[in-house]
């Protein structure tokens, strides 16, 4: 695909349904008067990238999100330190450096989640569990290790450092008083699922925090916020990152 703009801009990723970004930047772009265009780009396989730089000359720069914010560290020429020390990316940067295109990897989604929840920490708020163990966990845990909270890792499979949904126990949920899902369950259309945690453990010292915004309410803050928990959902956090992304591409 080709486009007229004299800039393009995407989203790489599968599936993709309807997208935050794509509707951001596009309306950003008519807003601002900037002369380019965004979007989605559905590739079944990450090898596929390479068809869609070779077809788009215009290409300025890319979000990346499920399934490939690990896989597409393979065809990265460059890594900002921080992207390479989580080891996911969902920023690629495009840099024309003699006449040779470089790729180079950042992750905006560590800015949009530490912006957003740090204004929300008390001093109950030391030990955090984060849901899941995937590319926006690493960037979630990240963010929060660099607040100075120390982070446990919760999955359905024990593996080295990551403890399971069985394993929470009254201690651990008193402990830790931040808990972020960073997984699917609950997104839309699948609205009736939720981490299995044990909510009626929570209590109004817990903050928990979803990544997905669709819903505006998931059953996973419903059930946080019925056992007296401030909740908030991931819509800021997707703002905050894009508008970071945007300024990786600019500089």
Same mark, same amino acid.
């Given at each position: 695909?080709?486009?007229?703009?004299?800039?393009?801009?995407?989203? $790489?990723?599968?599936?993709?349904?309807?997208?935050?970004?794509?509707?951001?930047?596009? &309306?950003?772009?008519? =807003?601002?008067? %900037?002369? =380019?265009?965004? $979007?989605?780009?559905? $590739?079944?396989? %990450?090898?596929?990238?390479?068809?869609?730089?070779?077809?788009?000359?215009?290409?300025?720069?890319?979000?990346?999100?499920?399934?490939?914010? +690990?896989?597409?560290?393979?065809?990265?020429?460059? @890594?900002?330190?921080? =992207?390479?020390?989580?080891?996911?990316?969902?920023?690629?940067?495009?840099?024309?450096?003699?006449?040779?295109?470089?790729?180079?990897?950042?992750?905006?989604?560590?800015?949009?989640? &530490? *912006?957003?929840?740090?204004? @929300?920490?008390?001093?109950?708020?030391?030990?955090?569990?984060?849901?899941?163990?995937?590319?926006?966990? &690493? =960037?979630?845990?990240?963010?929060?290790?660099?607040?100075? %909270?120390?982070?446990?890792?919760?999955? &359905?499979?024990?593996?080295?450092?990551? %403890?399971?949904?069985?394993?929470?126990?009254?201690?651990?949920? *008193?402990?830790?008083?931040? $808990?972020?899902?960073?997984?699917?369950?609950?997104?839309?259309?699948?609205? *009736?699922? #939720?981490? *299995?945690?044990?909510?009626?453990?929570?209590?109004?010292?817990?903050? #928990?925090?979803?990544?997905?915004?669709?819903?505006?309410?998931?059953?996973? @803050?419903?059930?946080?916020?019925?056992?007296?928990?401030?909740?908030?959902?991931?819509?800021?956090?997707?703002?905050? +990152?894009?508008?970071?992304?945007? +300024?990786?591409? +600019?500089?």
């Amino acid at each position: 695909m080709t486009t007229n703009y004299a800039r393009l801009y995407g989203l $790489i990723g599968y599936p993709l349904g309807h997208s935050f970004s794509q509707d951001y930047f596009n &309306r950003k772009f008519e =807003a601002e008067n %900037i002369d =380019a265009r965004y $979007i989605n780009f559905e $590739i079944p396989e %990450i090898a596929d990238l390479k068809l869609i730089l070779d077809h788009n000359r215009n290409l300025n720069g890319l979000n990346v999100t499920i399934p490939y914010k +690990q896989q597409v560290i393979a065809m990265l020429d460059e @890594m900002d330190p921080e =992207a390479a020390e989580i080891g996911a990316v969902n920023v690629i940067k495009f840099i024309r450096r003699n006449g040779r295109l470089i790729l180079k990897g950042y992750n905006s989604d560590i800015i949009g989640f &530490r *912006d957003s929840i740090a204004p @929300m920490l008390t001093d109950h708020h030391s030990h955090a569990l984060v849901l899941g163990t995937g590319g926006a966990s &690493r =960037a979630v845990s990240y963010a929060l290790r660099s607040l100075g %909270i120390e982070v446990r890792l919760v999955s &359905r499979t024990a593996t080295r450092g990551v %403890i399971t949904y069985a394993d929470l126990t009254p201690d651990i949920i *008193d402990t830790h008083k931040i $808990i972020v899902n960073t997984t699917p369950l609950g997104m839309y259309p699948h609205v *009736d699922e #939720c981490p *299995d945690i044990p909510y009626n453990l929570l209590t109004e010292h817990h903050l #928990c925090y979803d990544l997905l915004y669709n819903p505006d309410v998931t059953l996973f @803050m419903k059930k946080s916020a019925d056992a007296g928990a401030e909740v908030k959902n991931g819509l800021e956090m997707l703002l905050l +990152q894009a508008f970071a992304a945007w +300024q990786i591409w +600019q500089r």
